[in-house]
């Protein structure tokens, strides 16, 4: 299953000495708050540095622009010297590009790892913790070292129109699975998604139902905002759409998304990769990115890739102000 725009040792911070060091350490709050403090103020602080620039890239979907650009802003934020290349193209030609060594970082999800590898039939993918330790030890041998994932599911899931799901209590694949027996449910999607036996045939199998293929609108394209939107205004008689479970427009449209308590769908979790040689050269990034992504749950990536494609900000100004809020947080 190759998604569109999505083809195809995670170290711990040391924890406090018995011998105090010769200077105050900072808390790992401090070091963010000092992190986007300095990336606000334009100061360029002795973290590390490099001769040559740091090649950040990302895909070129909404997700990859914003996760990049946190990135890149991160790194700044450490006084190196970034090189932007967001937007660089679908995962095969990002992934190549850091196994070529011509991009030093960029932001994937640990479910590809089972297409990288070719076991996507491999149940460890289906949890986020077995999946990311996977895909960790299988790139370590390719020089490549994935750092901490954020706690948000990007996989496929289906949407409800808001009304249908409240009159008939939908919230669960279960709820889904009932009405697609009782005929109640018209579903836009991609042809990918109704095709691939590791989206809409691994609910069917794990829920017992089959959906009815004169009752599926198939697209070309893996669009989640056409699908998302038909499911809201009904067009088409759809009443249901495939989505990315961190999807801007289910922030801003009545859809109820269905919850997968059987783990039929792989977890999508989304982590800085960067190449082994360039963290041995600037070992400080792995805590800056590691608290930044760290914060970063489903709700708060929905309501940042909301501001993107729903309110039409740049992927740069969200970014930006979100690293702002985060050095303040608690």
Same mark, same amino acid.
């Given at each position: 299953?190759?998604?569109?725009?999505?083809?195809?040792?995670?170290?711990?911070?040391?924890?406090?000495?018995?011998?105090?060091?010769?200077?105050? =350490?900072?808390?790992? &709050?401090?070091?963010?708050?000092?992190?986007?403090?300095?990336?606000?103020?334009?100061?360029?602080?002795?973290?590390?540095?490099?001769?040559?620039?740091?090649?950040?890239?990302?895909?070129?979907?909404? *997700?990859?622009?914003?996760?990049?650009?946190?990135?890149?802003?991160?790194?700044? #934020?450490?006084?190196?010297?970034?090189?932007?290349?967001?937007?660089?193209?679908? $995962?095969?030609?990002?992934?190549?590009?850091?196994?070529?060594?011509? /991009?030093?970082?960029?932001?994937?999800?640990?479910?590809?790892?089972?297409?990288?590898?070719?076991?996507?039939?491999?149940?460890?993918?289906?949890?986020? *913790?077995?999946?990311?330790?996977?895909?960790?030890?299988?790139?370590?041998? &390719?020089?490549?070292?994935?750092?901490?994932?954020?706690?948000?599911?990007?996989?496929?899931?289906?949407?409800?129109?808001?009304?249908?799901?409240?009159?008939?209590?939908?919230?669960?694949?279960?709820?889904?699975?009932?009405?697609?027996?009782?005929?109640?449910?018209?579903?836009?999607?991609?042809?990918?998604?109704? *095709?691939?036996? =590791?989206?809409?045939?691994?609910?069917?199998?794990?829920?017992?139902?089959?959906?009815?293929?004169?009752?599926?609108?198939?697209?070309?394209? #893996?669009?989640?905002?056409? $699908?998302?939107?038909?499911?809201?205004?009904?067009?088409?008689?759809?009443?249901? #759409?495939?989505?990315?479970?961190?999807?801007?427009?289910?922030?801003?449209?009545?859809?109820? /998304?269905?919850?997968?308590?059987?783990?039929?769908?792989?977890?999508?979790?989304?982590?800085?990769?960067? &190449?082994?040689?360039?963290?041995? &050269?600037?070992?400080?990034?792995?805590?800056?990115?590691?608290?930044?992504?760290?914060?970063?749950?489903?709700?708060?990536?929905?309501?940042?890739?909301?501001?993107?494609?729903?309110? #039409? *900000?740049?992927?740069?100004?969200?970014?930006?102000?979100?690293?702002?809020?985060?050095?303040? =947080?608690?």
């Amino acid at each position: 299953m190759l998604r569109a725009n999505t083809f195809v040792a995670n170290g711990q911070p040391s924890e406090a000495q018995t011998d105090p060091p010769p200077r105050k =350490a900072l808390s790992r &709050r401090g070091i963010l708050t000092a992190l986007c403090a300095s990336l606000l103020s334009g100061a360029n602080p002795s973290f590390a540095r490099g001769s040559r620039p740091i090649v950040v890239a990302s895909k070129s979907d909404t *997700e990859g622009a914003l996760t990049g650009s946190l990135i890149a802003l991160i790194l700044e #934020g450490l006084g190196l010297t970034v090189e932007r290349k967001l937007g660089l193209g679908p $995962t095969l030609i990002v992934r190549s590009a850091l196994l070529a060594g011509e /991009v030093d970082i960029y932001p994937e999800y640990t479910g590809n790892g089972a297409f990288f590898s070719g076991t996507d039939t491999d149940a460890v993918w289906k949890t986020g *913790e077995g999946g990311y330790e996977r895909i960790r030890a299988l790139d370590a041998e &390719r020089g490549l070292v994935w750092l901490k994932p954020a706690s948000a599911n990007n996989t496929w899931l289906i949407a409800v129109r808001g009304n249908l799901a409240r009159e008939r209590g939908l919230s669960s694949m279960a709820d889904f699975a009932s009405a697609v027996r009782e005929d109640l449910i018209t579903l836009a999607a991609s042809t990918e998604f109704v *095709e691939s036996p =590791a989206a809409l045939p691994s609910f069917e199998a794990a829920y017992g139902f089959t959906m009815p293929r004169n009752r599926i609108i198939s697209l070309p394209g #893996g669009d989640t905002a056409v $699908t998302a939107r038909a499911a809201a205004e009904g067009i088409s008689g759809v009443n249901a #759409g495939m989505v990315y479970g961190t999807d801007g427009a289910l922030a801003a449209l009545d859809l109820a /998304v269905m919850t997968d308590p059987k783990a039929a769908q792989i977890v999508y979790e989304v982590a800085p990769v960067i &190449r082994a040689e360039t963290l041995t &050269r600037h070992p400080g990034i792995r805590e800056a990115l590691d608290l930044v992504f760290a914060r970063l749950d489903a709700d708060t990536l929905r309501r940042l890739n909301a501001r993107i494609t729903v309110e #039409g *900000e740049t992927a740069d100004a969200v970014a930006r102000n979100y690293l702002a809020g985060a050095g303040a =947080a608690p």
